[in-house]
T-cell receptor
Framework: DQQVKQNSPSLSVQEGRISILNCDYT??????FLWYKKYPAEGPTFLIS?????DKNEDGRFTVFLNKSAKHLSLHIVPSQPGDSAVYFC?????????????FGQGTTLQVKP | SAVISQKPSRDICQRGTSLTIQCQVD?????MFWYRQQPGQSLTLIAT?????????ESGFVIDKFPISRPNLTFSTLTVSNMSPEDSSIYLC??????????FGPGTRLTVL
């Protein structure tokens, strides 16, 4: 039972354009969502998070949008750069009493072409 | 953020042996976590390691297979015991300085022959 789903295994965009990475979840009790970037042979790097009580959080080129009614979140990267090419994971925190437990999606491989 | 190191970075082991993975953090943290990423899969939490108490294991993971130590607030070890090829994975430790932040080490890539 996959509680966090990233239905697109891969995405390819041109440098300078917008990258939109999507994530769906099934449990309405999730109260925080996080995005990570992972290069080969490295651990995941934390990018940005959003609380379930918000619908948008922005940090530089990265913006995360949350649609609670649709149980959907997305990560926008603008403008995309070749160095953004990596695997992107969304993850959810199940709720109070589960500090540190992250439930991950399967990941989306982003390729940004120069 | 926290700086996390892991040893070894990779290893190739024989079936039936055990491997202990070390995780060192550059600051004191209450909670440390061990995750596994099997080939082509997502990350899955193995257990939570708090200093001074027994580790808490997630469903599907048991202490006999994955014993964990947490001797102080900056260090933890995970042992993968009696290994089989199915244990071939990347093992990652992480720390959560606050509720909505979690930082990962570089991972240990384990191959079991």
């Amino acid at each position: 039972d996959q509680q966090v789903k990233q239905n697109s295994p891969s995405l390819s965009v041109q440098e300078g354009r917008i990258s939109i990475l999507n994530c769906d979840y099934t449990n309405s009790m999730f109260d925080y969502f996080l995005w990570y970037k992972k290069y080969p042979a490295e651990g995941p790097t934390f990018l940005i998070s959003i609380s379930s009580i918000k619908d948008k959080n922005e940090d530089g080129r990265f913006t995360v949008f949350l649609n609670k009614s649709a149980k959907h979140l997305s990560l926008h990267i603008v403008p995309s750069q070749p160095g953004d090419s990596a695997v992107y994971f969304c993850a959810a925190i199940p709720g109070s009493g589960n500090t540190g437990k992250l439930i991950f999606g399967q990941g989306t491989t982003l390729q940004v072409k120069p | 953020s926290a700086v996390i190191s892991q040893k070894p970075s990779r290893d190739i082991c024989q079936r039936g042996t055990s491997l202990t993975i070390q995780c060192q953090v550059d600051s004191q943290v209450t909670m440390m976590f061990w995750y596994r990423q099997q080939p082509g899969q997502s990350l899955t939490l193995i257990a939570t390691a708090n200093q001074g108490s027994e580790a808490t294991y997630e469903s599907g993971f048991v202490i006999d297979k994955f014993p964990i130590s947490r001797p102080n607030l900056t260090f933890s070890t995970l042992t993968v015991s009696n290994m089989s090829p199915e244990d071939s994975s990347i093992y990652l430790c992480s720390v959560a300085p606050s509720y909505n932040e979690q930082f990962f080490g570089p991972g240990t890539r384990l191959t079991v022959l």
